[in-house]
Every structure is written in C-alpha cells, then in structure tokens.
C-alpha cells in the first residue's frame, strides 16, 4: 500500500485559480472529512467549501473524485481547484499533509501513473516534454508521443522479433529438416529490414534534434540597409541601435526568435563593407566568420540604392548550398534595385523593416527555408537521447545478428543475440532494474506532474 502524495500542480503566485492533486489510499477519506462527499460519484465535479482539521472553511472548492484503476496514477485520486491565493493554497496544503499525506516529489505522480502501468516511460517521457516544449513541432510530437505512437511502433518491433527468435528456435527443435538451411537466407533478410528500420530511427533522432537546436539566421548585409531595423522588428521591440550612420553595428547581437513552429537564433551583424576602422572592421571580420556558420543567410538590401557591387564578392565565398532569402527592404521608397543582379537565393521577399510591413511573409519563408530538409511533417514519433542511445546499442546489437547469420554461427548463440535485442527494445518502453535511472528521470519533472 502506497502513502498518499499530495502537490499544487499549477505555478506558484497569484492566480485565478490553482489545482491541488492528491493520490493514494487517503483520498476517498479526504473527500468525505474536508469536502464533505462521503460516497463521491467518479469525475463528477463537485462545488463544496474546504473544512480544514480544526472545521475552519478555508476556500469554496471544484473537487473531482477520480476512482482505482481510472485515474492518472492508477490510485484513488481527488483534483482541487481553489482560488489561486498563495495563502489560501498553502493553508489547504498544510491541511491535507496534516491529514496524513506529503508532498510528492517532482514527478512522482506520472512515477505512480507508470509504475502502475497506466502509461510506459515513453509516455511519462512525452509528458516532461510536452509541458517544456519550446515550439509548436515540439508540442505536436510530445503529443503523439503521449497517444501512443511510438510506443505502438516498439510493441510491433518487439512482436517482429519475437517471431524471427521462433523460426531459430524451430532451427533448433527441427534439426533433422533441410528446411533450416534455406530459411536461414529468409530470416537474414528480415533481421535486414529489422536493422535498416532501426536504423531510420537514428535519422528520426536528427530531426528531433534539429528542431531542439536554434538553427542561426544570419541578417548580413551592406551598412544602412536595414539590418538592425529588422532585427527589431523580427523581436517586436527594440534590442538594437539603428541609426542613419552606416557601420552603426560594430559587434553581432543575437536574440531567440520563437516562430510558429520552430525557434532560432536570430543574429544582426555588422554591415558588410571594407572599412579603416579598426573597431567596425572586427565586426566584419565576425560576420564572414558567421555567413560559414549559419543555417540561413536573410540579404538585407536597401531596395531603394542600387544593388552594392561588392556584396558579390562578400558571398563568394559562401557554399554553393547556402541558404540565402533576399529582404528587399525600404519598399516604402521608390526602388531602384535590379533583381538580375542577385546572387542565387531561396526567395525574395519585399518589406520595409521601417512600417513594419512584409515581415510576416519574411518570418514565413524563414521558416520554410529552414524547416525544408528535415521533412519534420513527416514524423510521426519522436526519438529523445535516451531513446536515441538504446537504438543506435540496438542497432548494433542487430548487425551482430546479421553477421552471425551471414557466418553460419549456432543458431542457440544467434538465439541469445536476439534476446538482447529484444532487451534493448524492452529499455525503451519498461526497462527492468533500473531504479536509479527512473530516479534521474522523474527528477526532471515538475512537482505536481
Ligand atoms: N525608409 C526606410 N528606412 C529604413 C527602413 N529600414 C531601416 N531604415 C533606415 O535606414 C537607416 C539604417 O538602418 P539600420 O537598421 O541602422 O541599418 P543597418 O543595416 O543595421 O546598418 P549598420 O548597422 O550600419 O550596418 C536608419 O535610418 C533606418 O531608420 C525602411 O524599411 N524604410
Ligand atoms: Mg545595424
């Protein structure tokens, strides 16, 4: 029999309202002493005053009574929501602790949800990651993660492999029959498609962590075109100077910029240009270093100049796979500016950094642009590291299978191999004896989670 764990679950401060969750054997007492709902009716939202231990009422309460087996935890659980004064949230604290319950740790409650098996560590995973999710992809993925997607997907895996472990051990049961030698070419195919699967779990793995890293967008362009004007506007408040002075950036600035579905790091450069000053020519020298380094590369031009003949030879050097977008900016002016001159790009977008206009069409292609090679639509599932480091033992505790095959090895030891195997798959979803680990991870969660 479990203790019964109780915390707030929302943030602490002032709030509208903050939600307080126990779990565990006392429960059911606690909504009949305090709330006064001796026989509650399950996930029935009941409106009741909070009576402490000494029959103060400290709140009106929303109480729900989730029963055994159908709540989160798989225990007796009650969510409830008072009003969000940090007084009154502390006072209904203390009084359920005095009650006979304690605080739960951070995670524990998606602790006792696995250990109960109502969700795998997968799931509990995907719960941490949803709430700390830093864009929408991320959301998105955390949420298939929680509906099952890739836990079902392991299931399938372990059921494969359980099937190509029972044609070895009917190798084995069946010695005498020719068919075994034959079969042996059949099931190395399919340990094949097995591995080359796994395999495309490792490539699942880099887009994930593509969309975790802020990929470096790159504002260059000659001085006064309009770099840090758009910086600001990018951010929606002003970070850094801008003025008609041209070489007004000297040192690059760089900001988090969460778009839509994605994040990155937005950085405004110095002006490119060949100067005396020492200062401004450092900052150049620094932007060159950074055109090798960014993912994307926004050209700001003033469209209302003709275009600056030595941006040429600035872009020379980049790769010929270099992601480029032209801003074509001051369009409030009349323009001047001569696309034939440009150098290859990914799309030219109009704006005026200035009035703000186009610069929706601008985040938009961004976001394109930088989204495009990993095919995030694609993903179904999300591969996290711990994920990723169990695949890639996996993977190649598969290779050992095909070369054991191929090199005609006794099917009883091709047999432990596969046991390993399915060892690995089974660390993903519910790995055995691994206290410490679940302890470092629930860790991580917040408390009331
Ligand atoms: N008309 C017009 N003026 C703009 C626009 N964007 C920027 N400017 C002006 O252009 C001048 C230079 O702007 P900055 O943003 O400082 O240019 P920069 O590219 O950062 O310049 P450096 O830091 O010197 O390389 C300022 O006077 C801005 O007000 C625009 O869309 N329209
Ligand atoms: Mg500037």
Redesign the pocket.
Known sequence: MSDTIVAVATPAGESALSLIRISGTLALSIMNSALSIPCPTPRHAYVRHYNSVENEILDQVVCIYYEIDKSFTGEEMIEISCHGNPIIVHHILSDIIERGTRLAEPGEFTKRAYLNEKIDLVQAESISELISAKNKILVNLAQKNLEGNLSSIIKNLQSNLITIQAKFEAFIDFPEDDIGKENHSETLSLVKEFQSYIFSLLEAYKKRETLDSHLKVLLV?A???????LFNSLLGYDRTI????????RDYISKTLVLEKTNIELI?T??LRSTNDSTESIGVKNTNELLSQAELIVL?IDASLPYPTFLKTNLKGLSSDAKIIIAE??S??PKVVNKKDYTKNDGIIAI????KSGINNLTKRIEEVITHDCNISDLDFSINIRHQQIISKLNTQLIGVIDMIASKEDDIIIIQQIKQCLDSLGELTRPTDNEDMLDSLFKNFCIGK
């Open positions: 362009g001085p006064n075109a309009g770099k840090s004007t801008v003025s008609d002075v041209a070489g007004t950036t405004d110095a002006g700001v900016n001051k409030d002016l005026s950094a200035k009035n």
